[in-house]
T-cell receptor, first 112, second 115 residues
Framework: DAMVIQNPRYQVTQFGKPVTLSCSQTLNHNVMYWYQQKSSQAPKLLFHYYDKDFNNEADTPDNFQSRRPNTSFCFLDIRSPGLGDAAMYLC???????????FGPGTRLTVL | AQKVTQAQTEISVVEKEDVTLDCVYETRDTTYYLFWYKQPPSGELVFLIRRNSFDEQNEISGRYSWNFQKSTSSFNFTITASQVVDSAVYFCALSEADTGNQFYFGTGTSLTVIP
């Protein structure tokens, strides 16, 4: 089945220690998104790639970076995680915009 | 201003009851898209429906139905004969043609179906 895969499902890191979350997709969608979702809140868009074009949301902290080496993979790098970065990170894909987005299972990040 | 409002934060119903989740949106675009997603305790957001602004037909899919009314800027979701497996957080979202990359999510409604 075509799907969006996120690894790892759970990630524990230390305050200030860089961490990378990964997302892959078999849907062959050209748009990939990263969202941050904190407890009992709606997902918040961090950035997205439309093909190779990177689009950063205005309020996304500089601490968050992303890479998309090819159509199938996208990475979220948090350079110096703070306690406030503990959250669920959701990857999503869509075929063009503004079509429905398909989400992965998420990576729950804990910062100690 | 909040573009998507889900006024019901939490709802509890007894199994087999019908329940309606409200969604009110705000946009100046004439072309826009509305979505509903389900987020069960496992965390994955599951796509339920997409509706564009030119299609006001209501839709039914099994026990699920959606009522889109442009006159009141509402896109409500009804679950008929609710089941325990329907327990989840439900998000309504808006995407505008002018800023198609952005999904404006509502704050979600947490539905608990009591057996």
């Amino acid at each position: 089945d075509a799907m969006v895969i996120q690894n790892p499902r759970y990630q524990v890191t230390q305050f200030g220690k860089p961490v990378t979350l990964s997302c892959s997709q078999t849907l062959n969608h050209n748009v990939m998104y990263w969202y941050q979702q904190k407890s009992s809140q709606a997902p918040k868009l961090l950035f997205h790639y439309y093909d190779k074009d990177f689009n950063n949301e205005a309020d996304t902290p500089d601490n968050f970076q992303s890479r998309r080496p090819n159509t199938s993979f996208c990475f979220l790098d948090i350079r110096s995680p703070g306690l406030g970065d503990a959250a669920m990170y959701l990857c999503a894909t869509s075929r063009n915009r503004p079509n429905e987005q398909f989400f992965g299972p998420g990576t729950r990040l804990t910062v100690l | 201003a909040q573009k998507v409002t889900q006024a019901q934060t939490e709802i509890s119903v007894v199994e087999k009851e019908d329940v309606t989740l409200d969604c009110v949106y705000e946009t100046r675009d004439t072309t826009y898209y509305l979505f509903w997603y389900k987020q069960p305790p496992s965390g994955e957001l599951v796509f339920l429906i997409r509706r564009n602004s030119f299609d006001e037909q209501n839709e039914i899919s099994g026990r699920y139905s959606w009522n889109f009314q442009k006159s009141t800027s509402s896109f409500n979701f009804t679950i008929t004969a609710s089941q325990v497996v329907d327990s989840a957080v439900y998000f309504c979202a808006l995407s505008e043609a002018d800023t198609g990359n952005q999904f404006y999510f509502g704050t979600g409604t947490s539905l608990t179906v009591i057996p």
